[in-house]
């Protein structure tokens, strides 16, 4: 069930040069569950007229009244909202789509790379809403420090552990990409109590999961949408 | 193409069309003359408005009004999601059909599998368990409630009991609490039927929340109209995929219509047998349907929502004159009672006539129709009972002794928001006067 309606970019946080984080406020705000996407449009839409050229991006938030989206610069359309996207630009939005759901009961080990920590963002609003008691890990690969976005203040999530590895600069984290063997290693025999939830380019969903399965590990969700490949 | 809203004042064709419809308005009522009908469509002109604005956008398929429609009636009832579809009957067929989806593994329905229900109702309620090669399995109903009896229906459910399929018979909501205990006691799937039962509720929640789907009608008859409509109601994001499919030709996709690429990946999936990438938009996982409807009768159904309360309030308000106004007769008439634990939005009011009574239900009914008193029969009678059935598979548990007293002494009359205190003081001077000729 989704609603199509305008929205306005209130903010844009910077996070890095192709890295965006636009706060838009919905004229029409619904619900919608923590892993949950929208289409995106910078043009206008009509009742009368077919859908305008858009693209598809995480919720990036939860249970806030305006709306997180995490952009990538990898494309046309999307060097077109590092053009256009200005406070005070209005913009077309549908939502909410998708069955990647992060409300279900249980603890979770996220797996994503670069901007694949778009949908986990939400689930963070979503702990700390509900005051959440189970335990998440995230292990994430990001080519810059930046990219981890406020997962630096991860410690205000209570039960949420973040395992980052930073692969084109030198910081306080790996600089290399996380391998099967951190996974692992750091939930130990408990790692099939957890749900696993990956997220990122279509080759890292793809060996992940044959190494996970390799581990006897089978409650496996992903979301392969979010690639950010532009045609 | 030049776009019709371009080039159209709406707001002086509204304000002609409020004109022409109020020149249209004659509602009087003449006793004995001015038919009371059992059911009927309550509109005022913002219907009629809203139906010139959604043909004014030329868009006519599902669209803004429907979106609008579905995320008004989800909020009514606190629930996450309502698919529109063209009728009650469509609302029936994809809620049970969704649940015979591979997509749930060994959860879903099988040919063979049993569904519990009962046959004094409504042919559609129990056809697409038939259409699914699914086995009915009817129950006996009470007299009063007209609903299932509970008392023994443990005893019904076998191994291949898979799922309960009933509906909220007249208005009047079925034992919720022991019907909830069974399915949570055997894991079975609920589908409540309330296309009579909109707004009533049971230990103070409304009906179609308690199921895993619910289902409505916005035919005429019912609470609130589109002229042809339906609903399909879950709180289960899961199934709501299931749903749409089902409706939307069976096709794996979820873009709206007009819209492509709305997963992004449109090009970009293998999909079984099919080459790499093709083309999302046909790709299909279900054998499904099209069973959606216009935005010409979504527009209309805004407008009733609106209405939808005061709907609800003159219904009850009008039940409880006439079972005010009737309970003199309870000698010869079983009147209607609702299930306890519940508030109904009564669809009609239920009469049974008595086996002691010195009149027949036909002869009562005769006389109601002469007096322009509009009586329906309770649907089906007993279904199984119905030439349709006749070589359909089903079992019955237990013996169908008060369904058979519903198909041979039960009618109903009106008490849709159309009919006033006036009528409803007729009605009741009708049965008075044919009454004291009966007993003289």
């Known amino acids: ?231 | 193409m030049i776009s019709l809203s371009a080039i159209v004042d709406r707001k002086q064709v509204f304000d002609d069309v409020k004109k022409y419809l109020s020149s249209c308005d004659s509602r009087h009522f003449c006793p004995g003359k001015t038919t009371i009908p059992f059911a009927g469509r309550v509109f005022d002109s913002s219907e009629i408005v809203n139906l010139v604005d959604a043909a004014l956008d030329t868009w006519l398929t599902t669209g803004r009004y429907a979106e609008e429609f579905e995320y008004q009636f989800a909020e009514f009832f606190g629930l996450s999601s309502c698919s529109l579809v063209n009728s009650g009957s469509s609302a029936n067929l994809i809620a049970l059909t969704s649940l015979t989806s591979p997509k749930l593994g060994e959860r879903r329905l099988k040919p063979g599998d049993e569904v519990i229900t009962v046959a004094a109702g409504f042919p559609t309620t129990v056809n697409p368990v038939v259409q699914n090669n699914l086995i009915p399995v009817f129950i006996d109903v009470e007299l009063g409630t007209y609903n299932i009896n509970t008392k023994n229906l443990e005893e019904a459910i076998t191994e291949r009991t898979k799922a309960i399929m009933l509906a909220h018979t007249l208005g009047n909501p079925f034992d919720l609490g022991k019907i909830m205990q069974l399915v949570k006691k055997y894991d079975l799937f609920l589908i409540e039927d309330c296309c009579d039962a909109l707004g009533s509720t049971y230990d103070g929640k409304m009906v179609g929340t308690f199921g895993d789907f619910a289902t409505f009608s916005f035919y005429p008859a019912h609470h609130i109209t589109m002229g042809e409509g339906g609903a399909v109601l879950t709180n289960s994001t899961e199934y709501e995929r299931l749903v749409r499919s089902f409706r939307d030709w069976g096709r794996d996709c979820y873009c709206d219509p007009g819209a492509s690429n709305t997963c992004g990946r449109r090009f970009e999936q293998q999909h079984g047998d099919l080459p790499y990438g093709y083309d999302h938009k046909y790709v299909y996982s279900h054998i499904g349907y099209n069973l959606k409807l216009t935005d010409l009768q979504a527009a209309v159904g805004v407008a009733q929502l609106k209405k939808l309360p005061m709907f609800i309030e003159k219904r009850k308000h009008n039940f409880r004159r006439l079972k005010e106004g009737m309970k003199k007769y309870s000698e010869f008439f079983i009147l209607p009672e609702a299930t306890p634990s519940s508030d109904p939005s009564w669809f009609a009011f239920p009469i049974t006539v008595k086996e002691s009574a010195p009149f027949t239900r036909n002869e009562i009914v005769a006389h109601l129709e002469s007096s322009k008193i509009m009586t329906r029969m309770l649907f089906g009678g007993n279904l199984t009972r119905q030439p349709a059935y006749k070589d359909v598979k089903y079992r019955i548990f237990g013996e169908l002794i008060n369904t058979d007293i519903v198909m041979n002494r039960n009618f109903f009359i009106g008490v849709y928001p159309g009919i006033t205190d006036e009528m409803i003081e007729y009605i009741l001077h009708v049965f008075d006067k044919f009454i004291r000729e009966r007993t003289q």
């Not at chain 1, 080990?109 to 689930?123: Q, V």
């Not at chain 1, 080519?143 to 552990?161: C, F, M, R, T, W």
């Not at chain 1, 793809?206 to 590990?217: A, D, G, H, Y």
């Open chain 1, 1 to 231: 069930m989704t609603v199509t309606t305008g929205g306005t970019i209130e903010s844009i946080e910077k996070f890095h040069e192709d890295l965006w984080m636009l706060n838009i406020t919905p004229d029409k705000m619904r619900r919608y569950q923590p892993g949950q996407f929208l289409q995106f449009s910078l043009d206008e839409f009509s009742y009368s007229q077919p859908w305008p050229e858009s693209r598809t991006f995480s919720i990036a938030s939860w249970g806030r009244e305006y709306m997180r989206l995490l952009i990538k610069k990898t494309g046309s359309y999307t060097s077109r909202i590092f053009e256009e996207a200005v406070p005070g630009r209005r913009v077309s939005l549908k939502y909410p789509y998708g069955e990647f759901l992060l409300s279900e009961n249980g603890n979770k080990a996220i797996l994503c790379t670069g901007a694949g920590i778009s949908p986990f963002l939400s689930l963070l609003d979503y702990l700390n809403k509900v005051e959440s008691r189970e335990e998440v890990f995230i292990f994430h690969t990001a080519p810059h420090k930046s990219y981890l976005v406020e997962l630096g203040d991860i410690a205000q999530y209570g039960n949420v552990h973040l395992v980052a590895f930073v692969t084109r600069e030198s910081c306080e984290f790996p600089r290399r990409r996380m391998v099967i063997d951190d996974v692992i290693s750091t939930l130990g025999d408990d790692a099939n109590q957890f749900t696993f939830y990956l997220c990122g380019s279509d080759g890292f969903l793809l060996s992940m999961q044959k190494e996970l399965r390799n581990n006897r590990i089978e409650k496996i969700k992903s979301e392969s949408w979010t690639v950010f490949k532009e045609v």
